[in-house]
């Protein structure tokens, strides 16, 4: 019975094709548009969510706790607490950290020939570079061999490049840092500003060890950056690790800890919910011209169950129930519809590549939403065939078959 | 779908029809039908009382009001009598749901109408085969008989051809093998000759005689034409809502 009021929908919208494709292009503009503007929305997303995560939304920062002396207390790193080790510890035993590297830092002047420069000297271990993802434009970061053998060794940023070598290699040259030598072995890439405004190409990184013992004297670091493996895993990350150092530094239960860990995991989640928001706006004003669409159908239906009045009163005559000319009708608007939302998943597809490249905006094109727009394309179908579909089946037979 | 009774291709097709002869198709009982227009009640059928048997050839005769297009409208389980009881094969339908109906106007009812209606843009064939449609017969089954009440009406060449590309008695004939493709009990005719010219109309009642003579099929005709009234065997008069003359020819 479906099948044959399938046949019966495709040879009565075949008698009437350009009323049936005028019909279906309302459903056509509004499947597209709901795919092409819901795949600038997820584009947009996605770019926002990259863009975060090239902030370092999977970045942890482990600072030591602060201390109380004589009621004063220290700000935020005051303690001595962490040690190199505990960032080793950390690599080793929590498989979602990617990475993690001690940090000691310290402004120091650097001279090299007869330019000098003020800027954070940073000790940091080879994994820092995998951690920030800083590139090396010439040269090479600091190895697993630098840090055992306390190299004096020195990477240095574009800013510093520039104000002690202006346009000489700096590459193999020597810079001194509280008076000891270090080989200039490579040039960070640009990294820009960062969020506050600090230059952070205006730095100097060294081995940590080198750091600690030569320039420093310490034996502490001043903070573990850890990378977890996601942005997902953040948390986590962070909860083993808190675990972990509580374990390390031997605290017992209800004792406060002596660190603290920080992450931007809840930056990266209101700015990937407000870019959400606005796949969701953009995807409903499309979803406008669907129902604007779905009304089309329901107008053409009305006039064609009109038309076909006699056609409604000669089933009736040889038999057909009020069902089967509902049935008939609605499939007819189903088919519509469709066949519409079809065509317009692939007009959806087709404009939003053509938005991607001559606009160049990202988009994005998920499963999910062609299914979905076909599914309610065809839920328009029968939802606005309804009702011209009830007509049909409510007339009376003596009537429609006298119907002029 | 209803399909109960799937007569088998196989048998006959008047085997249903000649089964016992004489059995009632058709009895009515004191039979009103009253319409109210406005304010106006019409009192279109006042107490009429009729019986018909298997393989009958009856018209139905009046004048325009008579009442006689409300009695088809009953016989043919589109419209329901005010009071009396209608027995068609014995089972009182004007209790039925239109369901119902729709399925006793499929199995045991097949229609003639004056303007043909046919379906526009669908071939002969294809009409024919529409009743069918609706009882669940697979397209093959549906095609072959369709061919075979085509032929019995002498148009199985034109099978093919639209509704526009055949003349008034051909389009005629296509609707007679439709009203026949269900093997119904009976078939109402309403003024089947009132759009074809004098020829046309004698080879139509001529096809209407064969049918029920060869075939035993039972035909109620309505006509407003002696002449053509003259072709059934039994002609009932209706006038005012009443029936006033009932004879046969001999």
Redesign the interface.
Known sequence: ?LF?AFRIALRALA?NKLRSFLTMLGIIIGVGAVIAMVAIGEGAKKRVQEQIASLGTNLLVILPGTVTLGGARTGSGGRQTLVASDARAIMREIPVVAGASPVVRQVQQVIAGDQNWSTPVQGVAPEFQQIREWQVQEGRFISQADIENTAKVALIGQTVAYNLFGDNDPIGAVIRIKKIPFHVIGILGAKGQSGNGTDQDDVVMVPYTTMMKLVMGVTYIQQIIVAAVSADTTQEANNQIASLLRQRHKLRAGVDDDFMIRNLSDIAEAASNSATVMAMLLGSIASVSLLVGGIGIMNIMLVSVTERT??I????????????IMLQFIVEAVVMAASGGVIGILVGIGSSNLIKYLAELPTLIRPEIIAISFLVAGAVGVFFGFYPAKKAANLD??DA?RYE | ?ASDEHPSLSAPLDGRMNGDHGAEVIRICDLHKTYKMGDIEVQALRGINITIRRSEFVAVMGASGSGKSTIM?IL?C??RPTTGAYFLEGQDVSALS??EW??I???KIG?V?QGF?????TSAVENVE??M????FHSKERRQRAWEVLKLVGLEERSHHLPNQLSGGQQQRVAIA?SLV?RPSLILADEPTGNLDTKTSVEIMELFQDLNMKEGITIVLVTHEPDIARYAQRQIVFRDGLIISDTRNH
């Open positions: 019975m044959m008698r006699r056609e009163g000669i089933r009736m005559a040889v038999g057909a129930r009020s069902r089967d037979p003596i078959l | 779908m409208n043919g589109l419209d239109s369901d729709a399925h106007r499929n199995r229609f109408f209606n046919l379906l526009n843009r529409l009743p449609m609706y009882n669940g439709r269900n």
